[in-house]
């Protein structure tokens, strides 16, 4: 009789046990019917445990069960394979002939959009010397019997036939992604002292609304409830016709990561004379036998959860402003493993390896550029954009000691690179003054190129390493890479570009009826 457990990490010892399967009786492969539900969190390395236990007939508790096998993964992991298979190992850590199989799959709400146009056709004229000025106003019926307001049109002067422009509304704003609920659809008068005359009003559904898109003409006769009771021959005060409905599909980080999108991490590493002798313990680049510096600590937090979204696990690390063998001459987007052909190391250890070994053969000194790595990235980036599919986004990861030197530069590198698949995060190590490096995060503002150009989308991150200096490494990963579901969303939805691979996983998703 197998049951399957299932634990995750609450601290760096410890796993809870969340929840487990049904039991399943006489079977050497059971298929659960369990789902187990779990907030996922892209900037968060959460761990996972499954363990197999075999129950003794009429005895479904843990505590007297047989323990088969386990299996720890990352959720990363399983949501960027989608299916992960891996070996069950016993006590030991030992691998037997079992395996076990976990499928993973988006509960997603409704993000999508639709995009309406109406019209009207003999509207009541309210106005005694020219015709009625009228606009429409939909309102969402909530489950307590309120309102809320989802959309005004513009006011069209002086006609009783308007048409109305165009607009788009998410679908959770509209129906809250229940495509039978009420909506309440209120046509008025506009007058300039605020106190609109009411024309008439109708009731429909997104569901009714929708049935456009199957070339149904969808009108609705705009009713005024007085005038029914007064009028003996009254029909109605006016039409409002339904000219267009186009539902906009609106893909989530998981639907490109699932559908086989790669995270390209890439690092650049700040190599300049004022982060001290890597020999002199003071040193920023000191490497302390038993204690990471604070370039690994950022490294090593960020590329731990990067790495779950690249299936080979090679990853590009360069280094700028240093003088480098052979020749000594300076350079700002050089090689670390000092291989120009293949930059790639083995895994963040293999990053982090690299790093080590090149400190004793260049030269610390500078200045402060970061321009050319973000092109040299850019340039990568740019050969994915012209594929016009979501394969490959890319990450740079830049640690530097100091305020950059080519700020003009850097400006101009962002605002190109905010056209491609790429985002830039930026650590500021060491205790220097980081104030002028906020201006590249376009949180306070929008960033512009020295010709005035802006970013089409805020695609730069930057935090100093001593604000997280007393907590933990997830802590920095976490708040720098929170913003990175959004920013691979918005450029790919922006390019209209779908996920790969989804029609055999649309099948599978969850969606409002």
Not at 81 to 89: D, I, N, S
Not at 325 to 350: L, Y
Request: hydrophobic fraction near 35%; glycine fraction near 6%; proline fraction near 4%.
């Amino acid at each position: 009789c197998s049951v399957l457990c299932f634990k995750s990490k609450a601290n760096i010892c410890n796993f809870n046990c969340v929840d487990r399967t049904e039991v399943i009786r006489s079977s050497s492969s059971p298929v659960f019917s369990k789902i187990f539900l779990v907030d996922y969190y892209f900037e968060e390395v959460q761990r996972l445990r499954f363990e197999l236990h075999d129950i003794s007939s009429g005895n479904n508790g843990l505590r007297d069960a047989d323990f088969l096998g386990a299996m720890e993964c990352t959720l990363g992991q399983i949501v960027s394979q989608r299916k992960l298979t891996k070996a069950l190992l016993k006590q030991g850590n030992t691998a037997g002939k079992s395996s076990i199989m976990v499928t993973a799959e988006e509960l997603s709400g409704n993000d999508d959009y639709v995009e309406l146009s109406f019209s009207a056709r003999k509207l009541d004229d309210k106005d005694f010397f020219s015709k009625s000025d009228p606009f429409l106003e939909i309102f969402r019926i909530n489950d307590d019997g309120t309102e809320s307001l989802v959309h005004r049109t513009e006011t069209v002067m002086n006609n009783l036939s308007p048409v109305w422009k165009s607009f788009k509304v998410s679908l959770n704003t509209l129906c809250s992604g229940d495509h039978d609920r009420e909506l309440k659809c209120t046509v008025w008068d506009w007058d300039s002292n605020g106190k609109h005359d009411f024309i008439g009003e109708f009731q429909t559904t997104f569901k009714e609304m929708r049935a456009e898109q199957e070339g149904k003409q969808i009108q609705w006769e705009c009713i005024n409830p007085k005038y029914q009771i007064k009028k003996k021959n009254y029909r109605n005060s006016g039409t409002v016709i339904l000219n267009h409905c186009k539902i906009i599909k609106m893909y989530s980080f998981l639907d490109y990561i699932m559908g086989g999108c790669q995270i390209q991490f890439t690092v650049a590493i700040d190599f300049t004379a004022s982060n001290g002798d890597p020999r002199n313990s003071c040193s920023l680049h000191y490497i302390h036998p038993y204690q990471p510096n604070e370039y690994l600590k950022a490294l090593v937090a960020v590329g731990e959860i990067c790495q779950d979204y690249d299936s080979d696990k090679m990853f590009p690390a360069f280094g700028f402003g240093a003088l480098i063998p052979p020749d000594f001459k300076v350079s700002h987007d050089f090689a670390v493993n000092f291989d120009e052909d293949n930059p790639e190391c083995a895994g963040i250890q293999g990053v982090v390896e690299a790093y080590q070994n090149c400190l004793p053969k260049i030269q610390l000194y500078g200045p402060t550029n970061i321009a050319p790595i973000i092109q040299k990235v850019a340039s990568s980036a740019s050969e994915e954009m012209h594929t016009k599919e979501a394969m490959e986004y890319f990450i740079l990861l830049i640690l530097t000691d100091g305020v950059i030197t080519d700020m003009a530069d850097t400006r101009e590198a962002i605002v190109h690179a905010s056209h491609l698949p790429m985002s830039v995060i930026i650590v500021g190590v060491g205790n220097a003054d980081f104030t002028d490096m906020q201006i590249l995060d376009g949180d306070d503002g929008i960033l512009r190129s020295p010709k005035g150009e802006p970013v089409l989308r805020d695609i730069v991150q930057f935090v100093p390493f001593k604000d997280f200096k007393h907590a933990s490494p997830a802590a920095l990963a976490k708040s720098v890479l929170a913003e990175v579901p959004n920013q691979v969303v918005d450029y790919y939805n922006a390019k209209g570009i779908k996920p790969k691979c989804m029609s055999d996983y649309e099948s599978t998703r969850t969606f409002s009826p």
